[in-house]
């Protein structure tokens, strides 16, 4: 007997979930470091305009496609179409959380190592120059750590949707929104904090430029979790009682929120310990397990501070993780009937095996290198650059030319239910999305081979 498909319980699961997926570690460092890089206020307020029409038009597209098909992306896309290339989209929206996963629990693992070590080792070896590319480098330490993180999303997606995805969602994300706040406050009443805070929502057009725009489009990609086979999973849990468009609202609401508080977490606290030095903010990746503890052994109760930020992190980690992992255990549960808990564990030893290559990679495997990169920095940009504005496009196609734009809106407004920004929606669908996701693609591809800055 083939195992019931799962579904949320509550309108607010939903939502919660959803923007669990979106509010990952992107938000935590990527977002700070981007706004600081490309002109403050002025990144802030252009990311502000996308999230409020290309990223409520994906995420309205996407949830929609997943509960008017009651499908993952695979069956979903075959659904609304029979053409091959649109069961091409279909496979790529499933195939990407595949790939991201394995890489993406890695950098779990070094959270959780932070996370231990803010508990057990002292702050001086913590704010080490030293400390993090040792750890990096030493395979088996960071192997051991990406299993546990690993061990703790599989627990979650073997107990469920109910008991699972939504039940972690729902005391998860407000635990990390009050993280969030408590370091926030903490980081802007330091000394000469201020000047950061002023440096985040003041635009600074002396930095601003072209690239600030495919930026802050790149970032609103990878923050909301759009084209990653999440949202049509997760829309395909959705009751027809729950409204779209307002729980659309709410996820683009909640994840700028956690990204605004992410700015204001770690802008005015490098400020602070760099005596206003935005340069110091570009550090890029290193930002989070390099400059950050140095910026927390600079303050008074930075052990503490360090400690609630490392758990704010691996909480946004956690839930991003587990709504990447729901998505491929959905998928192998309708295309090839399999239990939860068979594919659960399937789907985590090939993950294992993925992972273990991005653990390596800067160890006992740095000598092999894929375009120039480490495995862990390809994957990331295979999905991201590549896999991610093709599959967008797939989701664009596949609305207004094979679902119609009157169908979705069908299914948006059932039972009478808002769609407010219709013509926006239409508007985006139809000509802007699909141009903004050339762009990404065409700008990401060239950064990578190194044609142009980014």
């Known amino acids: 007997m083939k195992e019931k498909r799962g579904a949320f319980s509550t309108k607010l699961g939903f939502v919660l979930s959803a923007a669990g997926a979106a509010v990952g570690l992107g938000n935590i ?5 981007l706004a600081a890089k490309y002109g403050g206020g002025a990144f802030l307020l252009v990311y502000l305009i996308l999230v409020a029409t290309f990223g409520y038009t994906m995420i309205i597209a996407e949830s929609t496609i997943g509960r008017a098909s009651g499908k993952s992306p695979v069956g979903a896309f075959r659904f609304f179409s029979d053409s091959k290339l649109m069961n091409a989209g279909g496979w790529l929206n499933a195939i990407i959380p595949l790939l ?8 779990g693992g070094w959270v959780c190592k932070y996370l231990f070590s803010y508990l057990t080792v002292d702050q001086k070896t913590l704010s080490s120059d030293e400390f993090f590319g040792s750890f990096i480098t030493d395979g088996a330490s ?15 997606i073997l107990a469920g949707v109910n008991n699972g995805i939504e039940r972690v969602a729902r005391y998860i994300m407000p635990l990390l929104f009050i993280l969030a706040l408590i370091v926030c406050i903490y980081g802007v009443t330091l000394p000469g904090a201020m000047e950061g805070v002023k440096y985040f929502f003041i635009p600074h057009f002396k930095n601003f430029s072209w690239m600030t725009i495919v930026s802050a489009m790149g970032q609103m990609f990878y923050s909301l979790s759009i084209a990653m086979g999440i949202l049509i999973t997760f829309g395909s849990y959705m009751s027809k009682k729950t409204s779209i468009d307002k729980s659309a609202r709410q996820v683009e609401i909640f994840d700028t929120l956690i990204a605004v508080m992410a700015g204001l977490m770690i802008i005015p606290a490098v400020f602070s310990f760099s005596k206003g030095d935005p340069e110091v903010l570009k550090s890029g990746p290193s930002l989070m397990f390099v400059m950050m503890p140095k910026v927390f052994a600079s303050m008074r109760g930075g052990r503490i501070i360090g400690t609630l930020f490392f758990l704010l992190v691996l909480f946004a980690a956690l839930t991003s993780a587990i709504a990447l992992f729901e998505t491929v255990v959905s998928t192998l549960h309708d295309e090839l009937g399999w239990g939860r808990k068979k594919g659960a564990v399937i789907s985590a030893v090939i993950m294992i095996g993925l992972g273990t290559l991005s653990c390596l990679g800067y160890g006992p495997l740095a000598f092999i290198t894929i375009i120039g990169m480490p495995f862990l920095d390809f994957f990331d940009f295979l999905t991201n650059s590549v896999m991610m504005p093709l599959s967008a496009l797939a989701i664009c196609i596949l609305v207004t030319r094979h679902m119609t734009i009157e169908k979705l809106t069908e299914e948006v407004t059932i039972d009478g239910h808002p769609f407010k920004r219709r013509k926006v929606f239409v508007f985006m669908i139809r000509y802007v999305c699909p141009l903004f996701v050339a762009i990404i693609f065409a700008s990401s591809v060239a950064s990578a081979f190194g044609l142009i800055k980014i």
């Open 100 to 107: 991201i996963v394995p890489y993406y629990s890695v950098i």
């Open 142 to 156: 960071t192997e051991i750590w990406f299993i546990v993180f690993t061990a703790l999303v599989v627990l979650v």
């Open 29 to 33: 460092w990527r977002f700070p470091y």
